[in-house]
């Protein structure tokens, strides 16, 4: 799954709005309006230095570059039946309305907007995205899907609900399933063979082993060995391809879109996490709760990948860009193997520099921009999804057995994305603090300066989260850190509205709020929990003053693959 972006696609519509009725002329914006549109997306250049990577890993990357690209076909082809025709046609138009289209479309990968609830913004195209996309046929509704299913056997029913088929009309009224590798053949087929190219040009085992039964799963559709072999995927040269998320099928949410990511890892990054992994355990018995709830013993660490993002394609490439997923999501590799996360580590840079730089300089003072660091921010990201794996996972309410997600419920993720931020906060604090001890003295700064940019940074950040809306976890989390943190003193209201760290406070504050996450988690407090969320996940007017000063920062960037394009030349 990806990190929450912008609010949730996932918006019910009533049954009228699944037959697609043609956009009005009247609601189509005019070019300016397209580029202010686009002018969200600030355009951002994705260079990456490949030169550490041997002569048949550079060869082999050329072929991954290649096949990544076919999976925007396929996913055009998946997003709407009209996709691929009207790409081609706003390729060929030349005047500065046509272009700004196919700018717009290039962006969105289709004719609906994003960021605006799929909306049409080329006229003659269905008023908004259809809910099943192209994976059923567009005048199915989910009423004849379900009679059809329950009427099918058990075997027939897993084909008609897979990830890997597309749903069609047989014959009037009667449904059909047909799998992937048939209906998407001719891509599938071209991508295969430019991943077994790849894996007789790699040196590395792991990489071809990959690439080799992925290359069988698109022919065959099974997905099964080749999800095994990209958990067990460790090699300069990173790659993710293949159907994996739902979030396009609106309709039923069973159908997977085709995405990839061809990437490098990053090894300074890798050893940072190595250095961590120690310690986890030490910060887990001294985390600030009562110290029944401590664990004796952590599990496994899930594994993490820090790479650097060459290429995105097809699901992986519209609207908000990824900035890190976990995966697999098939539940019986996630059961053998667990599940991977991949953090981008050169988008989210590109992304700070872009919209949380912009912020920094309207929410603090001159004097605290200077801390804003992108490695401090970065370093707490990856201590973020290290805490998802610390704090009380397995609980006994009133002698249940039970966990925080079943007791928390609803709002588990706002719960536990923030209990992740400020664990992440405690912990780096920690960490510095016994930097000696532990020697990471080469992996973390750890003097006053760094202290100081740990917090302002992540005070900035609060700030970009704060604007995806109270809707979501993460911002509605972020709202109830930042009230929190304001009221204990930890954080303060300048008299010109901008926001300052007071050091002499914020750990102490820090660890209170810590202390309330892991206790209502420990606890499973339901009604603890809500009245958190209902007292602090608001939006003050002073917070909101500073929000209203942050209308015209993009809300995402626009890659250009400027490295991918060098070594494989793609279209557009
Ligand atoms: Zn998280």
Redesign the pocket.
């Known amino acids: 799954m990806k990190m929450p972006a912008v609010l949730s696609a996932l918006i019910l519509m009533c049954a009228m709005c699944i037959a697609s009725s043609p956009a009005k002329a009247s609601q189509i914006p005019d070019r300016a309006q397209l580029e202010k549109m686009s002018a969200r997306f600030a355009p951002t250049r994705i260079q990456v230095d490949i030169s550490g990577l041997s002569a048949g890993n550079r060869q082999a990357l050329g072929k991954l570059i290649e096949a990544a690209r076919i999976l925007n076909d396929i996913y055009m082809r998946q997003l709407w039946s009209g996709d691929q025709a009207l790409y081609a046609r706003l390729q060929k138009e030349r005047t500065p309305l046509g272009r700004a289209r196919l700018h717009y479309f290039w962006i969105n990968k289709s004719p609906w907007d994003d960021l605006n609830d799929f909306k049409a913004f080329i006229a003659g195209v269905p008023e908004r995205k259809p809910l099943g996309a192209n994976f059923y046929p567009e005048d199915m509704t989910r009423e004849q899907f379900e009679s059809w299913v329950k009427a099918l056997p058990e075997k027939d029913q897993e084909q008609a609900k897979s990830f890997f088929t597309v749903i069609r009309w047989q014959s009037k009224g009667k449904l059909t399933w047909i799998p992937y590798s048939q209906h998407y053949r001719p891509e599938l087929e071209h991508a295969a063979a430019l991943l077994r190219q790849s894996a007789t040009l790699t040196d590395n085992a792991s990489l071809r082993k990959f690439l080799m039964s992925r290359a069988a799963a698109f022919l065959s559709n099974d997905y099964y060995q080749s999800d095994l072999d990209w958990m067990d995927l460790d090699s300069p040269l990173d790659i993710t391809i293949g159907p994996y998320e739902t979030y396009s099928d609106e309709l039923l949410g069973y159908k997977a879109a085709f995405e990839a990511y061809v990437n490098l890892r990053d090894e300074k990054e890798t050893q940072k996490l190595a250095a961590f992994a120690p310690h986890l355990q030490e910060i887990e018995n001294n985390l600030p709760e009562a110290p029944q709830y401590r664990r004796a013993q952590l599990g496994a660490l899930a594994p993490i990948r820090v790479v650097d993002e060459i290429l995105s394609a097809g699901d992986g490439a519209h609207g908000v860009q990824t900035a890190a997923y976990n995966l697999p999501n098939d539940e019986r590799v996630v059961q053998q193997k667990g599940s991977k996360r991949v953090m981008l580590k050169n988008i989210q840079e590109a992304k700070f520099q872009t919209v949380l730089v912009p912020i920094s300089k309207r929410v603090l003072t001159p004097a605290e921009q200077k801390d804003v660091s992108f490695e401090m921010f970065f370093t707490h990201t990856v201590a ?2 290290l805490m ?1 794996g610390l704090g009380p996972q397995q609980i006994k309410v009133q002698g249940r057995d039970t966990s925080p997600r079943q007791e928390l419920k609803e709002l588990y993720a706002a719960i536990e ?1 923030a209990k ?1 931020d400020v664990t992440g906060l405690f912990a780096l604090q920690y960490m510095m603090d016994h930097s000696q001890q532990m020697g990471l003295g080469s992996v973390l700064p750890s003097d006053a300066a760094a202290q100081r940019q740990l917090y302002t940074t992540f005070l900035a950040s609060a700030f970009r989260s704060i604007r995806f809306g109270l809707n979501e976890a993460h911002g509605r989390g972020t709202a109830v850190q930042l009230n929190y943190l304001l009221d204990k003193g930890g954080f303060v209201v300048n008299r010109d509205g901008t926001f300052s760290v007071d050091m002499a406070k914020i750990k102490e504050a820090v660890r209170d709020l810590d202390h309330e996450f892991l206790t209502l988690e420990a606890e499973g407090n339901y009604a603890g929990a809500r009245q958190m969320l209902e007292h602090y996940g608001v939006i003050r007017p002073e917070v909101q003053r500073a929000l209203d000063r942050l209308h015209d920062i993009p809300v995402d960037i626009e890659p250009l693959f400027v490295t991918a394009d060098e070594l494989a030349p793609g279209k557009k």
């Open positions: 973020h999804e998802h994305e992740a």
